[in-house]
Protein backbone atom coordinates (compact mmCIF):
# COMPACT_ATOMS: atom_id res chain seq x y z
CA UNK A 1 0.00 0.00 0.00
CA UNK A 2 3.24 2.38 1.04
CA UNK A 3 4.59 2.54 -2.57
CA UNK A 4 1.18 2.54 -4.48
CA UNK A 5 1.20 5.81 -2.45
CA UNK A 6 4.67 7.19 -3.26
CA UNK A 7 3.98 6.44 -7.11
CA UNK A 8 0.40 8.04 -7.13
CA UNK A 9 2.13 11.39 -5.57
CA UNK A 10 4.63 11.32 -7.66
CA UNK A 11 2.52 11.03 -10.92
CA UNK A 12 0.58 13.73 -9.45
CA UNK A 13 3.25 16.26 -9.03
CA UNK A 14 4.50 15.35 -12.26
CA UNK A 15 1.37 16.14 -13.85
CA UNK A 16 1.02 19.57 -11.95
CA UNK A 17 4.63 20.68 -12.13
CA UNK A 18 4.27 19.86 -16.12
CA UNK A 19 5.81 22.71 -18.90
CA UNK A 20 4.36 21.91 -21.69
CA UNK A 21 2.67 24.01 -23.85
CA UNK A 22 0.27 24.01 -26.26
CA UNK A 23 1.14 24.26 -29.70
CA UNK A 24 -1.05 25.52 -32.59
CA UNK A 25 0.99 24.12 -35.65
CA UNK A 26 1.54 20.58 -36.10
CA UNK A 27 4.97 20.76 -37.24
CA UNK A 28 7.58 20.18 -34.07
CA UNK A 29 9.67 22.67 -35.25
CA UNK A 30 9.25 26.48 -34.80
CA UNK A 31 10.15 29.46 -36.42
CA UNK A 32 12.83 31.66 -35.16
CA UNK A 33 14.18 35.13 -36.65
CA UNK A 34 15.57 38.37 -34.55
CA UNK A 35 13.96 41.49 -35.56
CA UNK A 36 15.09 45.23 -35.00
CA UNK A 37 12.28 47.87 -34.70
CA UNK A 38 10.65 48.44 -37.48
CA UNK A 39 11.00 45.11 -39.45
CA UNK A 40 8.20 42.94 -40.68
CA UNK A 41 8.01 39.36 -39.58
CA UNK A 42 8.61 36.57 -41.93
CA UNK A 43 5.98 34.41 -40.78
CA UNK A 44 2.70 34.71 -38.11
CA UNK A 45 3.53 34.30 -34.27
CA UNK A 46 4.50 35.91 -31.12
CA UNK A 47 7.23 37.86 -30.51
CA UNK A 48 9.07 38.01 -27.25
CA UNK A 49 11.80 40.74 -26.07
CA UNK A 50 14.83 39.17 -24.26
CA UNK A 51 13.29 40.54 -20.82
CA UNK A 52 10.24 38.25 -21.51
CA UNK A 53 12.36 35.18 -23.18
CA UNK A 54 14.55 35.20 -19.51
CA UNK A 55 11.56 35.31 -17.56
CA UNK A 56 9.92 32.54 -19.31
CA UNK A 57 13.35 30.48 -19.41
CA UNK A 58 13.73 31.43 -15.50
CA UNK A 59 10.15 30.44 -15.04
CA UNK A 60 10.75 27.19 -16.20
CA UNK A 61 13.91 26.57 -14.25
CA UNK A 62 11.81 27.57 -10.75
CA UNK A 63 9.07 25.66 -11.76
CA UNK A 64 10.88 22.48 -12.33
CA UNK A 65 13.18 23.03 -9.06
CA UNK A 66 9.83 23.77 -6.98
CA UNK A 67 8.40 20.55 -8.45
CA UNK A 68 11.83 18.14 -7.54
CA UNK A 69 11.13 20.23 -4.26
CA UNK A 70 7.52 19.11 -3.80
CA UNK A 71 8.52 15.70 -4.83
CA UNK A 72 11.17 15.76 -2.14
CA UNK A 73 8.83 16.55 0.39
CA UNK A 74 6.30 14.16 0.17
CA UNK A 75 8.79 11.29 -0.63
CA UNK A 76 10.24 12.18 2.83
CA UNK A 77 6.95 13.09 4.72
CA UNK A 78 6.43 9.25 3.94
CA UNK A 79 9.18 7.86 4.71
CA UNK A 80 8.90 9.59 7.97
CA UNK A 81 5.43 8.22 8.39
CA UNK A 82 6.32 4.81 7.48
CA UNK A 83 9.46 5.09 9.92
CA UNK A 84 7.32 6.13 12.72
CA UNK A 85 4.73 3.07 11.84
CA UNK A 86 7.27 0.63 11.65
CA UNK A 87 8.73 1.96 15.33
CA UNK A 88 5.85 2.04 16.80
CA UNK A 89 5.00 -1.76 15.87
CA UNK A 90 8.46 -2.70 16.12
CA UNK A 91 7.61 -1.30 20.33
CA UNK A 92 4.19 -2.89 20.17
CA UNK A 93 5.63 -5.94 19.50
CA UNK A 94 8.01 -6.18 22.17
CA UNK A 95 5.59 -4.99 25.15
CA UNK A 96 3.55 -7.43 23.42
CA UNK A 97 6.26 -10.39 23.71
CA UNK A 98 7.24 -9.22 27.09
CA UNK A 99 3.59 -9.64 28.06
CA UNK A 100 3.37 -12.83 26.77
CA UNK A 101 6.67 -14.21 28.35
CA UNK A 102 5.56 -12.86 31.92
CA UNK A 103 2.09 -14.68 31.71
CA UNK A 104 4.02 -18.36 30.73
CA UNK A 105 6.62 -17.79 33.36
CA UNK A 106 3.93 -16.83 35.81
CA UNK A 107 2.08 -20.29 34.61
CA UNK A 108 5.22 -22.41 34.47
CA UNK A 109 5.96 -21.18 38.21
CA UNK A 110 2.39 -21.96 39.23
CA UNK A 111 2.76 -25.31 37.78
CA UNK A 112 6.12 -26.00 38.99
CA UNK A 113 4.46 -25.24 42.41
CA UNK A 114 1.78 -27.64 42.36
CA UNK A 115 3.73 -30.03 41.15
CA UNK A 116 5.85 -29.92 44.29
CA UNK A 117 2.91 -29.96 45.87
CA UNK A 118 1.46 -32.94 44.95
CA UNK A 119 4.90 -34.49 45.65
CA UNK A 120 5.29 -33.27 49.21
CA UNK A 121 2.62 -34.77 50.29
CA UNK A 122 2.61 -38.23 50.95
CA UNK A 123 -0.99 -39.22 51.02
CA UNK A 124 -0.21 -43.08 52.67
CA UNK A 125 0.97 -40.99 55.62
CA UNK A 126 -2.34 -38.53 56.44
CA UNK A 127 -4.40 -41.89 55.40
CA UNK A 128 -2.81 -43.78 58.68
CA UNK A 129 -2.67 -40.78 60.81
CA UNK A 130 -6.30 -40.03 59.98
CA UNK A 131 -7.17 -43.49 60.76
CA UNK A 132 -5.23 -43.72 63.81
CA UNK A 133 -6.62 -40.71 65.31
CA UNK A 134 -9.94 -41.42 64.70
CA UNK A 135 -9.92 -44.98 66.08
CA UNK A 136 -8.31 -43.48 69.46
CA UNK A 137 -10.85 -40.81 69.70
CA UNK A 138 -13.74 -43.44 69.43
CA UNK A 139 -12.26 -45.67 71.94
CA UNK A 140 -11.71 -42.39 74.12
CA UNK A 141 -15.49 -41.59 73.56
CA UNK A 142 -16.81 -45.31 74.28
CA UNK A 143 -14.65 -45.40 77.54
CA UNK A 144 -16.28 -42.13 78.60
CA UNK A 145 -19.70 -43.68 77.85
CA UNK A 146 -19.18 -47.02 79.95
CA UNK A 147 -17.86 -44.92 82.76
CA UNK A 148 -20.93 -42.89 82.72
CA UNK A 149 -23.31 -45.62 82.45
CA UNK A 150 -21.37 -47.10 85.80
Do not use: H
Not at 13 to 42: E, I, R
Not at 98 to 124: C, F, H, M, P, W
Amino acid sequence: MFPIKIITILISLLFVCSTSFAQTTTSTTGNFTFLNKGDTAPFDGTLFDPTAVAKILADKQFVQKECDLKIKYEKDLKETKCTRDTKLLKSELEIEKNKYNLIVSAQREEIETLRNLAKGSDSTFWAVMGFVVGSASSIAIFYAATEIVK
